[in-house]
Nanobody, 117 residues
Framework: QVQLVESGGGLVQPGGSLRLSCAAS????????MGWYRQAPGKQRELVAT???????NGADSVKGRFTISRDNTKNTVYLQMNSLKPEDTAVYYC???????????WGQGTQVTVSS
């Protein structure tokens, strides 16, 4: 069983930056894609950004130009660099890993990001 542990969340002022980390218990290269999702109170979970095992990235329109997803296979860690944060970015951010081979999906416990002045 794969375990994903998020960290790096916290309170930041609008316009500030945070870097979230998702550390996996195994090699993240074994997953076809990993991603970051977020869920705000009373809202549906939404996709923030994804990255494939080959490094191809995709992001939601709402965060493009501000957020960058990356991965470090040597550290089995996926990152989400968040710049120019807005209050509407406030949410619990979850790390996700997906394997096409097994159709398995794994989730971290989430890390809270609060953007407020």
């Amino acid at each position: 069983q794969v375990q994903l542990v998020e960290s790096g969340g916290g309170l930041v002022q609008p316009g500030g930056s945070l870097r979230l980390s998702c550390a996996a218990s195994g090699s993240i290269f074994s997953f076809n894609a990993m991603g970051w999702y977020r869920q705000a109170p009373g809202k549906q979970r939404e996709l923030v950004a994804t990255i494939t095992s080959t490094g191809t990235t995709n992001g939601a329109d709402s965060v493009k130009g501000r957020f960058t997803i990356s991965r470090d296979n040597t550290k089995n860690t996926v990152y989400l660099q968040m710049n120019s944060l807005k209050p509407e970015d406030t949410a619990v951010y979850y790390c996700n890993a997906h394997s096409n081979a097994t159709e398995e999906e794994f989730w971290g416990q989430g890390t809270q990001v609060t953007v407020s002045s």
